[in-house]
């Protein structure tokens, strides 16, 4: 039973453009939600976060909405660059941290 | 500032083998994670630890599985006996509770022949 889905696993993007990485969950007890990016042979690293109770939150080239009626978030990146090219999980948490499966991001120079 | 540091890197055993993985969490942080990950079940949390104390060992697959914590800056996982469906990447990681961001160590490969 997977509460916390990334239904893409992966997305090419050009270099430049905006991309878009979702994931959907089920919990609606989940109050937190983060994105950590993943380089090979390297742990997680976390990148941004947004508490249930606002729908964005803006890092640099980096936002995050949450909707939380249709229980969605996305994690828009604008403009896309070569070293964002990763693995990109989408994590809930309820007490403990449930990760999605991650979407693997490859940009196109 | 030193991360989560985790050892050894890579491990490749035989079966019926015990295997031991460690973490040395960031200083100051007082929860510890260990998390697996394949390829089949992604991310999932093992165990986790609040004060040196574990707090919810629920996600251990079975009783081959253990943990501890014997202090702020240490922690274990093992598994005795090993077995080749233990094979992934075991990670570690710290974070100062709540709803702070955990921080991963790189991870321990291990393959069970």
């Known amino acids: 039973d997977q509460q916390v889905k990334q239904n893409s696993p992966s997305l090419s993007v050009q270099e430049g453009r905006i991309s878009i990485l979702n994931c959907d969950y089920t919990n609606s007890m989940f109050d937190y939600f983060l994105w950590y990016k993943k380089y090979p042979a390297e742990g997680p690293t976390f990148l941004i976060s947004i508490s249930s109770i606002k729908d964005k939150n803006e890092d640099g080239r980096f936002t995050v909405f949450l909707n939380k009626s249709a229980k969605h978030l996305s994690l828009h990146i604008v403009p896309s660059q070569p070293g964002d090219s990763a693995v990109y999980f989408c994590?809930?948490?309820?007490?403990?941290?449930?990760f999605g499966t991650g979407t693997r991001l490859t940009i196109i120079p | 500032d030193a991360g989560v540091i985790q050892s050894p890197r890579h491990e490749v055993t035989e079966m019926g083998q015990e295997v031991t993985l460690r973490c040395k969490p960031i200083?100051?942080?007082?929860?510890l994670f260990w998390y697996r990950q394949t390829m089949m079940r992604g991310l999932e949390l093992l165990i986790y630890?609040?004060?040196?104390?574990?707090?919810?060992d629920s996600g251990m697959p079975e009783d081959r599985f253990s943990a501890k914590m014997p202090n702020a800056s240490f922690s274990t996982l093992k598994i005795q006996p090993s077995e080749p469906r233990d094979s992934a990447v075991y990670f570690c990681?710290?974070?100062?509770?709540?709803?702070?961001?955990?921080?991963f160590g790189d991870g321990t490969r291990l393959s069970i022949l």
């Open positions: 994590a809930a948490n309820g007490g403990k941290l449930t």
């Open positions: 200083s100051g942080h007082n929860s």
């Open positions: 630890f609040n004060n040196n104390v574990p707090i919810d």
């Open positions: 990681a710290s974070s100062l509770g709540g709803t702070q961001p955990q921080h």
